[in-house]
């Protein structure tokens, strides 16, 4: 008897600073079919690029059968599905969506760098992260050190 493909879990960091953004959030949570965990809400100052309105951020735990590749591609979707538009890096937007971690996968393709590169400097990503999951190690990580201050502001 053959299974069927085997899923893997991933973490993937959500945020959105532009609009209703519990609604951006929401959406592309509800739209995700392999949704196994969602962390509390949290807001957040912007960090680096232009003045710009607080973000609302979430990290998603899935358990799917994508490859990393496709995978992205589906964070890329969801973006698309909530018409961002990338005009300023770390500019405002109405949602962002990262893969963070994967695991049993590292890549240091710079298309898709997994760990994140850069999840260990903002705390945005790692306080959501760690109410998933406290036992997650990315290398780097000291909270004191990490960008941001993050107020957490209950369930999405």
């Known amino acids: 008897m053959e299974s ?5 879990r991933a973490f993937l960091s959500l945020g959105s600073n532009i609009g209703d953004k519990r609604r951006y959030l ?3 949570v509800a739209s995700m079919d392999d949704v196994k965990a969602v962390s509390p809400v949290y807001e957040t100052d912007p960090v680096g690029g232009v003045e710009q ?10 358990h799917t059968i994508l490859s990393p590749s496709a995978l992205l591609g589906r964070c890329h979707e969801l973006e698309q599905a909530a018409e ?7 500019g405002p937007r109405t949602l962002d969506v990262d893969v963070v971690w994967i695991d049993g996968f ?4 710079p298309v898709l760098t997994v ?4 999840a260990h400097e903002r705390n945005f990503v ?4 760690l109410d998933l999951d406290p036992q997650l190690e990315i290398p780097g990580y000291d909270r004191a050190k990490a960008f ?5 502001v209950g369930v999405l």
């Open 126 to 129: 790692m306080v959501p992260l």
């Open 84 to 90: 961002r538009v990338r005009e300023v890096r770390w």
């Open 106 to 109: 590292t890549s240091t393709d």
């Open 4 to 8: 069927g493909p085997s899923t893997v």
């Open 26 to 28: 929401r959406d592309a």
């Open 53 to 62: 309105d607080s973000f609302l951020n979430i990290v998603v735990e899935v």
């Open 115 to 118: 760990p994140h590169p850069r």
């Open 148 to 152: 941001g201050e993050v107020r957490n």
